[in-house]
C-alpha cells in the first residue's frame, strides 16, 4: 500500500485560501486515485474531492464545487486541494486516501473505496 502525508492546514480568516497537499512514499500514484475527505467534531468523514492520477475529471462534493480544485503533480507524485473563498463551516481535520479503484461519484465519495489513509491536517477557518 502507498503511504500518504498530508501537509499545508492551518488557520485562515473566512474568505480567505489554502492548499494542501498529499505526498505518497513507497509506491507511486500511478494506478491510483486519490481523494480528499473531511470530519468535523462530532460529524463522521465526508468526501471533499477525488481525481484519478490517469486522467478524467474529478468529482467535488457540492459544498465545495466551484471553491475547491483538485489536482496532482506527476513528478512529486502529489495530490493538492486549492481551498479558496473559505467559510468557518469547513473547519474540519482533512484526510487524503488512495484506491486502486475508480466508479461513479457515489463509489468514490464512500470512504469503504478507500484503502489508504493519511494521518490528516487541521484547518481551521475563523469567521
Known amino acids: 500500500q502507498v503511504q500518504l502525508v498530508e501537509s499545508g492546514g492551518g488557520l485562515v480568516q473566512a474568505g480567505g485560501s489554502l492548499r494542501l497537499s498529499c505526498a505518497a512514499s513507497?509506491?507511486?500514484?500511478?494506478?491510483?486515485?486519490v481523494g480528499w475527505f473531511r470530519q468535523a467534531p462530532a460529524n463522521e468523514r465526508q468526501f471533499v474531492a477525488v481525481?484519478?492520477?490517469?486522467?478524467?475529471?474529478?468529482y467535488y462534493a457540492d459544498s465545495v464545487k466551484g471553491r475547491f480544485t483538485i489536482s496532482r503533480d506527476s513528478a512529486k507524485n502529489t495530490v493538492y486541494l486549492q481551498m479558496n473563498s473559505l467559510k468557518p463551516e469547513d473547519t474540519a481535520i482533512y484526510y487524503c486516501a488512495a484506491t486502486n479503484r475508480w466508479g461513479s461519484i457515489a463509489t468514490m465519495a464512500s470512504r469503504a473505496t478507500f484503502v489508504s489513509w493519511g494521518q490528516g491536517t487541521q484547518v481551521n477557518v475563523s469567521s
Open positions: 513507497g509506491r507511486t500514484f500511478s494506478s491510483y486515485a
Open positions: 481525481i484519478r492520477w490517469s486522467g478524467g475529471s474529478p
